[in-house]
């Protein structure tokens, strides 16, 4: 029987879906500008979506080979669920669909954005801040309405069955893989492209031939606006609306775990998560509307006023909280409502130390600007530095969440018995659908540094003159600040949603064990069978310990994996780059009067450079993340997948910090040059710093925000292919 709370779920995401189509009529409303911003604005926009044409096509192809493998194993192997091979689509589908709707919108954004500017700087922000919140609300919107179709659809097939809601939420996670995979396509195709046109554009224009930022001289510019979009908005999307719907199913797959010996409460225990997430919704709204800022506002004051509608939301989710679960009749519903509030902290810390270590408001930045003046390499030296020292509060603030959460939420006991496990772990998914429980605004805040960046690239390219850039300027660097942010954020959900996921790991073995007639050794010597076994007797039977080699081994490669595949990122980006310097440099050459803005350079030979890089070089490693955890559960079974899971979590949510707040501090050193310090635009400094810039492109978006989706994926795929493992064990 559904409860009838569990309708305010679809309630909600139509909500959230009819409001993220309000925001985008009411900017379609504003007009595109000058005829010179409206051409601009077409170019970037038939970039953009050629780009994702192609991409979703390459993507088509791999989602039916893997759902054709996932449909032999569920009907002819019998080693998973039957509904598996449908459920991994559509989570790919609607992923995709949330980066589309989300890059359709920028695209059509930045030129208003641009215009709105020449009003004022509060009528740019609105425009673009709301135009972000279309991509923040989609996300929600289309994961709620997956999420409550699936348990819907579920449910009438498996309601009755002594395991039902155990197996509706496992097969639920497999939507979660269908969404990561899809990511993971997005993040890194995007990211090589996006990182391609934008090294290639600095390089040559500003630092060989001192041109500016965003000149339409330059050959690249077109192709770099375009990799904003794909790259940052629907790579973006992608991404989190993977890490929205991991984290909710991963939860809700615990409480049916945690609670399975009382049917009423498992049934609630696995709603709450869905609920809090509802709720979360129309409290981004509230936040949404709050944004707002005067003429002349300071880094300082923008910050502020984004800070306003996060916070407020934050604050009211977390008071929220404490209400939904209480009248759900939650066991220990005060202590649960402490993990929401640790996870909503954690988020807020994590956010708040990545802004230190990235704005140019701030030290560190202003350290990595003042390095420009003895060169190069000291920029470079500060900033891997500086992204080094930056990841020690955001790994002790997931670690003091994790405990934190655990012990609030199986009620500081610590006797690790298995009713105590498995409501600790229940605590700790559900400290990430906390923190990611106002994602309607979060990702708007994200989303809208994509739209400000091509927002100023079309006021230089129009020539609308020194104050309207000044303004855009401003809120480009309020862009670049808060996409550093969102990648913190998205990180640190990564990491909480990525343990809740181990656990759920070890649940879909119990099952596949089940399938098998497998049995196991309990704690007292006898044999049982998997579906009576507890967390503790399942560890002790796969030997699940650090003296297991089997386990050191999976713990080396999950960590080797995070860096072989940030390699092979960055290693794409220098391609992808090498041939778009290459470029630039033939047409300065060949066509003449490009310089004295006489000729007109050859934008789309850049966009297909980047476009055919982007498509060939984001297979391998996308595919990196499917093959290993398939491998290792095959050679080294459970326990050396276990051993993964965790060397690949510890390993990639350290790089991926570093690699994110390095390339953010980077990037805002340049910017803080750029305003006029240590010598300014043209000075050596600012040569030096845009070295640096182009050095931290690939950190900050490619490898490190690839790296959040590759932790989480690497869990869906042990989760999904269990019944593999155990097939080989």
């Known amino acids: 029987m559904i409860p009838t709370v569990f309708w305010l779920v679809p309630i909600a995401s139509v909500c959230a879906l009819g409001m993220a189509w309000f925001f985008f009529r009411q900017m379609m409303k504003e007009s595109e500008g000058t005829p010179r911003m409206i051409e601009i604005a077409e170019y970037v926009r038939k970039g953009a979506m050629a780009y994702l044409k192609?991409?979703?096509k390459v993507v088509l192809i791999v989602f039916i080979v893997l759902a054709i493998i996932f449909a032999f194993m569920a009907y002819v192997l019998h080693a998973q669920n039957e509904w598996v091979p449908f459920a991994f689509l559509t989570g790919g589908f609607f992923s995709g669909l949330a980066g589309f709707f989300g890059m359709k919108t920028a695209t059509y954004a930045s030129a208003r954005t641009a215009n709105a500017a020449r009003d004022s700087l509060d009528k740019g922000l609105k425009v673009a801040f709301r135009s972000g919140a279309v991509?923040?609300?989609?996300?929600v919107g289309l994961g709620l309405l997956d999420i409550a179709i699936w348990f819907l659809i579920l449910n009438h097939f498996y309601h009755g069955d002594e395991m039902a809601l155990i197996t509706i939420t496992t097969t639920m996670l497999t939507f979660g893989m269908g969404a990561s995979t899809q990511a993971l396509f997005a993040r890194v195709g995007g990211g090589i492209y996006t990182k391609a046109a934008d090294v290639g554009a600095d390089i040559v224009g500003k630092v060989e031939a001192d041109i500016p930022e965003d000149d339409p001289r330059n050959p690249a510019t077109i192709a770099d606006n375009v990799g904003d979009n794909v790259g940052d908005v629907a790579g973006m999307g992608a991404d989190l609306y993977e890490s929205?719907?991991?984290?909710?199913?991963?939860?809700?797959?615990?409480?049916a775990t945690a609670f399975a010996m009382n049917g009423d409460m498992q049934l609630r225990a696995v709603i709450a998560p869905m609920i809090i997430a509802a709720v979360g919704v129309f409290l981004s709204l509230i936040g949404i509307f709050l944004v707002r800022t005067k003429e002349g506002a300071t880094m300082k004051d923008l910050l502020h006023s984004l800070g306003l509608g996060t916070n407020v939301s934050a604050i009211l989710i977390a008071i929220a909280s404490f209400a939904i679960l209480y009248l759900l009749g939650i066991e220990n519903w005060l202590g649960l409502s402490f993990s929401v509030i640790t996870g909503l902290a954690a988020g807020v810390i994590i956010g708040q130390a990545t802004e230190y270590y990235t704005s140019h408001s701030y030290k560190p930045t202003k350290e990595i600007s003042k390095a420009g003046l003895t060169g190069s390499a000291t920029v470079i030296i500060k900033g891997i530095g500086t992204g080094m020292i930056s990841t020690c509060i955001p790994v002790l603030t997931i670690s003091v969440a994790i405990m934190l959460s655990y012990l609030c939420?199986?009620?500081?006991?610590?006797s690790m018995s298995s009713a105590s496990l498995s409501h600790g772990l229940y605590g700790i998914g559900i400290a990430a659908v906390g923190m990611l429980s106002t994602l309607g605004i979060t990702l708007a805040t994200d989303a809208y540094g994509p739209i400000a960046d091509n927002a100023g690239g079309n006021a230089e390219m129009s020539e609308l003159g020194e104050e309207i850039r000044h303004r855009t300027d401003a809120l480009d660097a309020l862009g670049n600040t808060t996409a550093a942010t969102g990648k913190g954020f998205a990180i640190g959900s990564a990491a909480l949603t990525a343990l809740a996921l181990l656990a759920s790991y070890i649940e879909e073995i119990k099952i596949a064990m089940t399938r098998a007639g497998e049995t196991l050794t309990n704690l007292a010597g006898q044999t049982i069978d998997a579906s009576q076994a507890t967390i503790p007797?399942?560890?002790n039977f796969f030997q699940v310990n650090l003296m297991n080699p089997k386990v050191l081994v999976g713990a080396f490669v999950?960590?080797?994996?995070?860096?072989?595949?940030?390699?092979?990122?960055?290693?794409?980006v220098g391609r992808?780059?090498?041939?778009?310097?290459?470029?630039?440099?033939?047409?300065?050459?060949?066509?003449?009067?490009i310089l004295e803005g006489k000729g007109t350079p050859d934008y789309s030979r850049c966009v297909e450079i980047s476009t055919r890089s982007a498509q060939r070089e984001m297979i391998f490693p996308s595919l990196m993340a499917i093959i290993i955890p398939i491998l290792v559960g095959c050679i080294l079974g459970v326990a050396g997948?276990?051993?993964l899971l965790v060397g690949g979590l510890a390993a990639g949510f350290t790089l991926a910090v570093f690699m994110a707040n390095a390339g953010g501090a980077w990037d805002n050193a340049k910017k803080n040059v750029e305003e006029g310090n240590f010598g300014g635009k043209g000075s050596f400094a600012h040569k030096a710093t845009i070295v640096g810039d182009t050095v931290g492109d690939p950190f900050k978006d490619t490898s490190g925000p690839s790296l959040n989706i590759l932790i989480k994926l690497m869990s869906m795929v042990s989760i999904v292919m269990a019944g593999l493992t155990v097939v080989f064990m």
């Open 54 to 56: 192609q991409q979703y």
């Open 135 to 139: 991509m923040g609300l989609v996300v």
């Open 244 to 255: 929205y719907c991991g984290s909710i199913l991963s939860t809700a797959a615990l409480g």
């Open 409 to 414: 939420a199986n009620g500081f006991d610590l």
């Open 537 to 539: 007797d399942f560890m």
């Open 558 to 572: 999950g960590a080797m994996a995070a860096f072989l595949f940030s390699g092979i990122t960055m290693g794409a």
């Open 576 to 593: 992808a780059a090498g041939d778009m310097v290459e470029e630039v440099r033939r047409q300065f050459r060949e066509i003449k009067g």
């Open 641 to 643: 997948v276990l051993g």
